[in-house]
């Protein structure tokens, strides 16, 4: 059975009016209990990450710096993202999932997980919050896959329709841990041309496919499935994790990229694909935006969905 962290602590990242906000995950979670699709689920406890593990990809001192604006009361700690009194908890909750996550399947108690969480974090640089990041979630546990977990290689696949520029800069030079990230383009942040490839030993290792707005969704599935498979015959990954936004969709207020609800069960078919061929199905995937909150929870489902298919065929052929 899948693994499913979420957890109400995740509501107390309070950000008012924004959208990035309670309702979506509260949204999500209605519709995986009216689908029955959480009862397919193991719901494994887990603890937030320590300031040492967050280390492993924050500059030492960042996570203070957010404590610190967080008990002062919060407000907006860059342009565009928000942080309340339980903002730090809430954010080394999340980062923590996605490490207990990737421990768990590496040890081979399962072998996909999803974590609903909030904050996203594929925006979060090393020492500066972002695009209503706070902790790059997906970073520190692919990071933790290869410092602590010893695994070789590990590939980030973003589908979020930003760029997640955060991540990238934390892998920029480190050959173990690829990122692919498929997005709309020229959009926020302004990151993901494709010429940036990584530098050093870890030339190669980045894959950008900017997509512009009016791509036909075959197209943008076509270019995914190709990109895709590039990067991960490149990689030869131990574990896939997903930086999965669902904001591509074609009706969400912040991003849209013309896709429905099914693209996203196409774009989670053809990542487990590409983990049973290299990873032995291993897959850990992260919530970062969709902010049109039914269709979030449709597509949070539809994602889910495929999952659990997939780990049952798999299982059934054991
Ligand atoms: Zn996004």
């Known amino acids: 059975m899948t693994l499913l962290y979420y957890d109400p602590t995740f509501l107390e990242h309070e950000t008012g009016k924004h959208p990035e906000r309670p309702e979506r995950l509260v949204q999500v979670v209605r519709q995986l209990e009216r689908t029955g699709l959480d009862a397919q689920c193991v719901r494994p406890a887990w603890e937030a990450a320590s300031v040492e593990q967050l280390s492993c990809v924050h500059e030492p001192g960042y996570a203070a710096e957010v404590e610190a604006f967080a008990r002062h009361g919060g407000g907006?700690?860059?342009?565009?993202?928000?942080?309340?009194?339980?903002?730090?908890?809430?954010?080394?909750?999340?980062?923590?999932?996605?490490?207990?996550?990737?421990?768990?399947?590496?040890?081979?108690?399962?072998?996909?997980?999803?974590?609903?969480?909030r904050p996203p974090g594929h925006h979060a640089l090393r020492s500066a919050a972002m695009g209503f990041c706070l902790f790059n979630n997906v970073a520190v546990a692919a990071r933790t896959a290869v410092a602590q977990l010893g695994l070789d290689r590990v590939l980030i696949v973003?589908?979020?329709?930003?760029?997640?520029?955060?991540?990238?800069?934390?892998?920029?030079?480190?050959?173990?841990?690829?990122?692919?990230?498929?997005?709309?383009?020229?959009?926020?942040?302004?990151?993901?041309?494709?010429?940036?490839?990584?530098?050093?030993?870890?030339?190669?290792?980045?894959l950008n496919l900017p997509v512009e707005f009016g791509t036909a969704r075959a197209d943008y599935l076509a270019q995914f499935q190709g990109g895709l498979e590039r990067i991960a015959a490149k990689m030869r990954p131990d574990l896939i994790l997903i930086s999965a936004g669902f904001d591509a969709h074609?009706?969400?207020?912040?991003?849209s990229l013309?896709?429905?609800?099914?693209?996203?069960?196409?774009?989670?078919?053809?990542?487990?694909?590409?983990?049973?061929?290299?990873?032995?199905?291993?897959?850990?995937?992260?919530?970062?935006?969709?902010?049109?909150?039914?269709?979030?929870?449709?597509?949070?489902?539809?994602?889910?969905?495929?999952?659990?298919?997939?780990?049952?065929?798999?299982?059934?052929?054991?």
Do not use: K
């Open 76 to 117: 907006r700690i860059e342009e565009d993202t928000l942080c309340s009194p339980r903002s730090y908890e809430v954010a080394r909750l999340a980062a923590g999932a996605v490490c207990d996550a990737v421990r768990r399947v590496v040890r081979g108690d399962d072998t996909q997980a999803l974590c609903l969480v």
């Open 158 to 206: 973003d589908f979020d329709v930003h760029h997640g520029n955060g991540t990238q800069a934390i892998f920029w030079d480190d050959p173990q841990v690829g990122f692919f990230s498929i997005h709309r383009w020229p959009f926020y942040p302004g990151t993901g041309d494709s010429d940036e490839t990584g530098t050093g030993a870890a030339l190669g290792t980045t």
């Open 250 to 255: 074609r009706d969400d207020p912040v991003g």
């Open 258 to 318: 013309g896709l429905e609800i099914e693209d996203f069960a196409a774009l989670t078919n053809l990542v487990l694909d590409v983990a049973d061929v290299h990873s032995g199905g291993r897959v850990v995937s992260a919530l970062e935006g969709g902010y049109n909150t039914g269709i979030l929870a449709g597509s949070v489902a539809a994602h889910l969905g495929e999952m659990l298919v997939r780990n049952r065929r798999s299982r059934a052929a054991v």
